[in-house]
């Protein structure tokens, strides 16, 4: 299980990550109309990715304050936030155009709104357009220097583009200006992507200090630095956190698919297809959808699997229909599932041309090796390695890749260290780890 990305985690596309969960907005700053005609809810507090409670009936008061002053900048700003809101909710991409459109019309009324800039940079997170993003992010600190959460804008795209010690820089300012459950967060990231994953704990844990009394935000961090223990192989505590997480925000479709990992770990296949339908059923994200697939195929329940990865293709088909870029989440499923595989290397070469991160460079590794290109595989596979980061993953990739290159002296050492690191590192390629060193 990869950790969920900072934000895009984290949003409906998750790697994950999530870039778009902590975007910023200024506290304080909202529409008069508006807010005479709906819930008072801050700024910053939508802008953070959690729930702020009814988001449909804060999407019709918003609305209703629009009729009546169509010329309210901040107002399409708030409804375009709280579209954004909505698609982490439901996983419905069609919110992201629509936060488009109105976030569009609040620049075109004031150019230097700064609630409607960041918001189009968080939209462009959450739609993989980080190029993007970054433009966006780095125009909102001109309107507003000293805002800290433009900086998280800015190093999240950053660090999917490859351009780590920009991102760091820009994650440290942020910490420096406003100490933050959002700052502490994506300073735990910068811990784990550097391979300091003591360190990473210890500022996840500060987040969750941080979001006591937040029930959403609670759940999210203790699913977070859940993580984190499960990326080091210790399954006890990752489940307390990811138990804590439902108990916090019961329902947490997160912490469903964290938990279904932790069943399919003790052999409980069938536990865990029941969790990971939980979080499937309530948001289709790709990454429930399929890994409740990998959960099918390992029970051998071959056609319920299929079934599976073929609904993954039509909720990729609407995500890239509402502007959502997917080449290179594409591009790993395919190599995963040996989806056309020449097709697919061409997917992975343009994924990793606009995303040359340590993920781009791995997932284009893994897609060169499992089409026999294993010599080009390799100096793509120590890239995706080159900042030290500890992901299980991406250490058995590159035991593959050497074991393809006939040296199984090395391959057998990236494969020890892969399942030394977490022996549960994937449902389909840590049981393959271990009957390769068998």
Request: charged residues 25%; contains cysteine.
């Amino acid at each position: 299980m990869t950790r969920t990305r900072i934000g895009i985690a984290v949003a409906a596309v998750a790697l994950v990550g999530g870039a778009s969960l902590f975007g910023g907005i200024m506290r304080g700053s909202s529409s008069a109309g508006v807010q005479a005609r709906g819930p008072r809810v801050e700024p910053e507090r939508l802008q953070s990715g959690f729930s702020t409670g009814d988001t449909a009936s804060l999407i019709r008061a918003y609305q209703a304050g629009l009729q009546a002053d169509p010329k309210d900048a901040k107002g399409y700003g708030l409804l375009g936030l709280a579209y954004q809101q909505r698609a982490r909710e439901t996983g419905d991409p069609t919110y992201y155009t629509k936060s488009e459109g109105v976030l569009r019309r609040a620049l075109a009324l004031a150019p230097n709104d700064l609630i409607a800039t960041v918001g189009l940079g968080s939209l462009a997170l959450s739609r993989h357009r980080f190029g993007e993003a970054l433009e966006l992010g780095r125009e909102a600190r001109k309107i507003s220097p000293g805002m800290a959460r433009t900086y998280g804008v800015t190093g999240d795209a950053l660090v999917e583009l490859g351009r780590y010690p920009e991102a760091f820089d820009a994650f440290r300012r942020m910490i420096t200006l406003k100490p933050s459950l959002a700052s502490y967060a994506r300073w735990s990231y910068r811990s784990e992507l550097t391979g300091h994953r003591p360190a990473a704990i210890k500022w996840m844990g500060y987040a969750l200090e941080t979001a006591q009394g937040q029930p959403e935000a609670l759940a999210w961090t203790n699913v977070q630095l859940g993580k984190l223990y499960w990326a080091a192989g210790r399954l006890e505590p990752a489940e307390r956190l990811f138990r804590a997480s439902l108990a916090a925000f019961p329902g947490y479709v997160y912490g469903y698919d964290a938990l279904a990992q932790v069943e399919a770990a003790r052999g409980n296949l069938r536990r865990a297809i029941q969790l990971e339908s939980r979080a499937a059923d309530s948001i289709p994200q790709p990454q429930f959808v399929s890994t409740l697939g990998d959960l099918y195929r390992a029970r051998g329940q071959k056609r319920l699997a299929a079934e599976r990865y073929a609904t993954v293709g039509v909720i990729r088909r609407l995500l890239e229909a509402n502007g959502v870029k997917t080449d290179l989440e594409t591009a790993l499923f395919n190599v995963d599932h040996g989806i056309e595989p020449a097709r697919t290397l061409a997917l992975a070469r343009l994924a990793q041309r606009e995303r040359p991160s340590i993920d781009g460079d791995d997932v284009l590794a893994w897609a060169l090796a499992r089409t026999g290109r294993c010599e080009e595989a390799l100096g793509y596979s120590k890239r995706a390695l080159r900042l030290g980061t500890l992901d299980a993953l991406k250490m058995f990739h590159r035991g593959m890749i050497e074991r393809c290159l006939g040296r199984r002296v090395a391959s057998d050492a990236w494969l020890r260290r892969a399942l030394a690191l977490n022996p549960h590192f994937s449902i389909l390629w840590a049981p393959v780890a271990r009957r390769a060193l068998g």
